[in-house]
């Protein structure tokens, strides 16, 4: 009779074993979500996500949030193209303007793409809402500033811009 209760007590022994190892990747997964916005819950950046939409309580004012906060930061960066000539001028002329061509382009696009996301959000079509985002995921800025270097200032923030627009798509894809 002692082996029957032994193996009784190694099988309930086990069986709480099981089940705390089990806990552990849902206690993580929990604090993985601390202080992240449940609309921000998909996004790749959740930290940046969670300050884009604001203290949003429903997915209509996430959504807009988020792509108001995206939409001033690319406004902000296409004005400060005109004033990346001084900062290239260690390039050649024929590199700074193609430079300042494709980041001018770049950055009025990205305006475009977002301003008629919110004007298509309002009339609900989200369709055409993911479509633009999609389409606002530009890097030919990136692309052409590499000649400046990894740690030139306006790369940073273009990159910043791009994982703001994922996190968009990230929001608004959760309807």
Known sequence: MAPIKFNYL???AAALIL???AQIPLQAEARRFVGVNRFCHTASYRRI???M???ASDWRDASNNAMLATLDLARR???LVPILKPALSHLDPATVEEIMKTCDNDFYNVVDDL???LQAFKTNDIGAVAAHLSAALRTD???AMKPAGPDFPLNKYAGHLTRRVDNCLAVILQN
Do not use: I, P
């Open 53 to 55: 939409v604001n203290g």
């Open 19 to 21: 089940l705390g190892a």
């Open 141 to 143: 800025c990136q692309e």
């Open 115 to 117: 301003e008629v996301s």
């Open 10 to 12: 190694f099988a309930a």
């Open 49 to 51: 996500c969670t300050q």
């Open 77 to 79: 960066l296409k004005d």
